[in-house]
């Protein structure tokens, strides 16, 4: 167990010199348990790869241009994928949307609850990493630092990622993410 940081340590661990996204997106930390599906989140992050891949990313590459067979069964699979994540939504309870800073190294989560758990304490950060996504990836953490500010916790989270696939998995998925707002923030201007 490492020792506690301030959050001004935690920030520099976590975010210097390493490419970072902030993200708005479901998420939560759960201290104490372990992750409840192992190998899901580099299945999970992998497939969202592939899928993105084979579209298209939405900071304005060339979208690729199939057949209209092959659309029509995309779109299928879309509305599939709406229709289970729906039923999903029913049966469990949904994860708050929460800001965060994600590295490959770790993440700081702006929640509405505190942790409850000292720092070094380990446990499972869930997030879901794609809006269209029904599901979401489970990945073990070490809470670093807690800070609360204006009613609003910050838990700076430390990755410890169970293999070097799973790593790669998350760094594939972050310089995605960050492409992506780059080619936004291009738009915008």
Known sequence: MNAPASPSAAETELFA???????????????????????????????????????????????????????????????????????????????????????????????????????GSAGVIRLQPADWLPDHIELPVQLVAEQQTDGIHHLWLRLHPTSDALTAAVERHLFRLHRRQIAGIRRVR
């Open 17 to 119: 010199d390493t490419l970072s996204c902030d993200l708005a997106v479901p998420a939560e930390f759960e201290a104490g348990v372990q992750v409840r599906r192992p190998g899901n989140a580099e299945m999970l992050l992998r497939s969202v790869a592939l899928v993105e891949d084979s579209r298209g990313a939405d900071d304005g590459e060339e979208r690729f241009e199939g057949s209209a067979q092959l659309q029509r069964l995309e779109a299928r699979l879309d509305l599939a994928l709406v229709l289970l994540g729906r039923l999903l939504q029913q049966s469990t309870a949904p994860l708050p949307t929460c800001n965060l800073k994600w590295s490959r190294l770790g993440l700081r989560l702006a929640s509405p609850h505190g942790s409850g758990a000292a720092p």
